[in-house]
């Protein structure tokens, strides 16, 4: 079983940025890939970043390509999402999930956090 917490989240301008963690227990985390998903209001979970279990790969969704930095500590045990020039249309919850593939796709991501909000205002 892994458990994972995420905290960072809150209220941001338009232009600013948060940096989210996510701490994870209960499994190797080196041998886990890991991403970061969202979930906006009436709208389904989509896709922001993902990063590989040593971190050599990542990818991006072209809405955060550019201004989100994903990137892990294997000795903390955590992974992060730097988020820098916020729009209002970031805003959403976010969550960590942790998966054996590195993959893009939420059903590949066995275990999931709790989610933490992320605010952005205009």
């Known amino acids: 079983q892994v458990q994972l917490v995420e905290s960072g989240g809150g209220l941001a301008q338009a232009g600013g940025s948060l940096r989210l963690s996510c701490a994870a227990s209960?499994?190797?985390?080196?041998?886990?890939?890991m991403g970061w998903f969202r979930q906006a209001p009436g709208k389904e979970r989509e896709f922001v970043a993902c990063?590989?279990?040593?971190?050599?790969?990542?990818s991006y969704s072209d809405s955060v390509k550019g201004r989100f930095t994903i990137s892990r500590d294997n000795a903390k045990n955590t992974v992060y999402l730097q988020m820098s020039s916020l729009k209002p249309e970031d805003t959403a919850v976010y969550y960590c999930?942790?998966?054996?593939?590195?993959?893009?796709?939420?059903?590949?991501?066995?275990?999931w956090g709790q989610g933490t909000q992320v605010t952005v205002s205009s």
């Open positions: 999930a942790s998966g054996t593939y590195y993959s893009v796709t939420s059903s590949d991501y066995s275990y």
């Open positions: 209960g499994r190797t985390f080196s041998n886990a890939a």
């Open positions: 990063i590989s279990r040593r971190g050599g790969s990542t």
